[in-house]
């Protein structure tokens, strides 16, 4: 495993752990803005248009209580397979309604859609925000998982972006049982899919990302997938690692050292490579029945 970025400067770990830095769309002070527009303003269109079909429940126990959006319109059958959605943000921006509009794409296939929320980062009042945030969307996923085995779905599948990416890695190596999860409710988990996620984290605690969230170097190493020795057998349910053409060299790097250690632990995981895309427009770009990653995660969902 690489480990030079110990030798970044701050400007330097900056550069390479800013994707907005790295587009050729747009000026980089335009791109987030322009993001966050797009994506909440055909969320709240689909919002507005599904009606009914969209329902908030409740997840968690505690301190890792949650909400979480269901968006199960009337064509998709209460028995229908599922795909959760973790959104990114660096674990400090953004909310579940602001993609809304990534549960179109997947319903209009027949999924139903679970987009669970989690509390910001420097909103938990703890010393260990990054951990708390796994934790609570461990509970989101059990929940999950316990629902599609009472409704007799036959998968769940899950998808995250960025800072979701980093949770959907860690969610798939996560032991189910600890949740109240069955065996059988267990084996519905067929598949992950982190869309431009992060592997280890240690490198962001002397960035921008962590001027808000206070991580210490402890609290890092706990929530790097890269770092972690998973005794989960994870063989049943594949890793889908999907990284933009436009990513950060850090981003890449990441993504296939990542991809080395799951092969060598035995776990089936496949690198995507997402051509002419960057690390916004990589979700802004699935609600095209065209899409590559689209295509591409559906190929592997109905697989």
Request: hydrophobic content about 40%.
């Amino acid at each position: 495993m690489s480990e030079f970025w110990y030798s970044f400067t701050r400007e330097k770990t900056d550069e390479q752990y800013n994707p907005t830095l790295w587009t050729r769309r747009l000026p980089t002070d335009l791109l987030l803005p322009s993001h966050a527009e797009f994506t909440g303003s055909r969320s709240s269109t689909y919002r507005r248009a599904i009606k009914d079909g969209l329902q908030t429940v409740s997840f968690g126990e505690g301190d890792f209580e949650g909400s979480m959006d269901v968006f199960r319109p009337d064509e998709v059958s209460e028995n229908a397979p599922v795909v959760i959605y973790i959104h990114g943000g660096w674990w400090q921006w953004f909310s579940k309604e602001q993609f809304s509009f990534l549960a179109e794409p997947f319903n209009k296939e027949g999924f139903a859609v679970y987009m669970p929320g989690y509390r910001m980062a420097p909103d938990w009042e703890n010393d260990a925000p990054m951990e708390s945030i796994v934790t609570q969307m461990q509970w989101a996923v059990a929940s999950v998982l316990n629902e599609a085995e009472a409704k007799g779905a036959p998968s769940v599948h899950l998808v995250g972006h960025s800072a979701g990416g980093q949770l959907v890695a860690l969610l798939h190596q996560t032991d189910w049982s600890q949740f109240g999860v069955s065996v059988s409710a267990q084996s519905k988990f067929k598949g992950a899919f982190s869309l431009a996620g992060l592997f280890d984290i240690r490198p962001l605690v002397d960035s921008f990302v962590n001027d808000a969230i206070h991580m210490s170097m402890e609290s890092a190493e706990k929530v790097s997938p890269q770092l972690l020795e998973s005794s989960v057998d994870a063989t049943a349910c594949p890793l889908h690692l999907i990284v933009p053409e436009f990513d950060t060299p850090e981003f890449f790097r990441q993504t296939k050292e990542y991809q080395e250690k799951m092969l060598k632990m035995g776990n089936p995981c496949h690198f995507k490579l997402a051509n002419n895309r960057d690390h916004l427009d990589l979700i802004e770009k699935l609600i095209d029945n065209r899409d590559e990653v689209l295509t591409y995660l559906l190929e592997h969902m109905k697989g």
